[in-house]
């Protein structure tokens, strides 16, 4: 390579790093698609407590709906997996999870999933306490899974878990 070619070579590369994230940002500001609507969004979340012919119906319309979130004030924000976790519908709830839905402890202590959730609880005991939609705790997830949940159920109150559910400020 010759001087001249050297010089080139120095520049072009220069140049293509300069740009690169120029190129790449400018492929991230395109406009994001618009939100679900505030009553579609609690129409599922409704749907995920008891109903699920309508929670397929929908889902199969807004696929996204999986990971929302409706707000019902004062940080109670609730998916359709928490309510079926804390109406103890373990058809929905894992119908929902079969579709790619976000699963947390209170779910899985519904579903009676010892293995899964005792390590956390283990490695984070605070969480023993911990609230989920509504303010229901674990303990009211336990009792809501019946006798897939009967091991989590005594771990909890052996933990010193007494409430089913704490309010939420």
């Known amino acids: 390579m010759n001087r001249k070619e050297f010089l080139q070579s120095g520049i072009y590369t220069a140049t293509g790093i300069t740009l690169l994230p120029n190129l790449l940002f400018a492929q991230n500001k ?3 698609p618009p939100q679900l609507k505030a009553d579609l969004v ?3 979340v409704g749907a995920g407590h008891n109903n699920l012919p309508r929670v397929k119906e929908l889902l199969l319309d807004n696929p996204n709906l999986i990971y929302s979130r409706y707000d019902w004030g004062k940080g109670d924000f609730e998916e359709a997996i928490e309510g079926a ?3 103890g519908d373990k058809d929905i709830a894992n119908y929902l999870i079969e579709q790619g839905a976000r699963v947390n402890l209170f779910v899985l202590t519904m579903l009676g999933k010892t293995e899964l959730v005792k390590p956390v609880l283990e490695a984070y005991p605070k969480l023993v ?3 989920g939609a509504h303010g229901f705790t674990l303990l009211h997830h336990a009792k809501r899974g019946g006798e897939e949940a009967l091991a989590l159920l005594d771990y909890l109150e052996q933990k010193g878990l007494k409430d089913t559910q704490l309010k939420i400020k």
């Open 42 to 44: 609690k129409e599922f």
């Open 30 to 32: 395109m406009e994001p």
């Open 129 to 131: 306490f911990a609230k």
């Open 85 to 87: 976790g804390h109406v």
